[in-house]
C-alpha cells in the first residue's frame, strides 16, 4: 500500500530504499578497507611501544646505576688501524774537523802545503785581509794605530821595544807617512824573528865565528821554532826546516843561517795565524 502510495502521490519512498541499500553497501566496504589498512597502523603501534619499552628501559638504566649497577658500553670491534711506522732519520754527519781547535781567520791559508808552495802569495793574501780587518776600511793607517801595532807585536819578531822603531822606518818609506796593507806585509816579511838573536845563535853553534854544520843548523832552526811557539808537529816541524834549507849544502855559513832563520819564522808564524 505504501509504494502504491508512493507510486499514486509520486513522494519517491521506493527510491530511498535504493539508496539506503547502497550506502549500506558503501558502508561495508569502506569497513573492509579500514580493516585492511589498519594492520600495519597496529604494527607501527606495535613497534612504537616497542620503542617506548626500550625508552622506558634507557630511562630506567639511571636508576639501575644509581642502584649500584653499570653497564659497560660496547666494546668496538672494528680493526684498529696500525699506527705509521716512524721516519728513518738520517745518520748525523761526522765531524771531520776538531772542535776544540780555533776556526781559520779569513783569508789565512788553507793549509801548510799551501804556504809551502807559495809562501809569498800566502802572505799577501792573510796579511792584506787581516789589515782590512783592524783598518775598518781606511786605506792607510798612522803607526800609533792601536789595531796595527798589537797585530805586529803577535804576528812578528819584533819586540814592544824597537817596535815604534820599526813602524816609523816602514811608514817613512811613503810619501803620506802612513802604513798600508803592503807595507805591513813587507814589515812581517823582513822581521819574522829577532836579527840580534838569530846572530847569537849562529857564534854559539859556530865553532869559528864563520860557518857550522848543516846539522847544527837544523838543531838551531827547531829552536827558532819552539821559541815562536808555533805549536807545528814533528811532521810539519820537518817540513817547514826542509823548506827553508833547500839549498843547504854539508856547511852554513852566517848569511845564509840568517836567511833559514827568517824563512823558517815566516812559514811558522803565517801556520800559526791561520791556526794551521
Known sequence: MGQDLGKQCGCGLEADDDITEDQRLQMEQQMKNTATTSAPVASSSSGGGSTAAAAGKSRAAPEEEEGGFFVPPPVDSSPSKPSPAPKPQAPAAASTTNSSRPAAVPGAAASLDAILADLEAAEQT???????????????????????????????????????????KIASSNE??????????MLLRLNPVNDSEALEAFLRMSSDGEKMSGEDCRTGLFTFLQAIGSGASADQTEKIIDAAMRDAGVTVNMEQWVGYAKTTGRIARLASYSKI
Open 126 to 168: 792573510a796579511y792584506s785581509a787581516a789589515f782590512r780587518g783592524f783598518a775598518a776600511g781606511q786605506a792607510s793607517l798612522q803607526p800609533d794605530h792601536e789595531g796595527l801595532r798589537s797585530f805586529v807585536l803577535g804576528n812578528s819578531g819584533i819586540g814592544p821595544q824597537d817596535l815604534d822603531t820599526e813602524l816609523l
Open 176 to 185: 803620506a807617512f802612513a802604513i798600508d796593507a803592503d807595507s805591513l806585509v
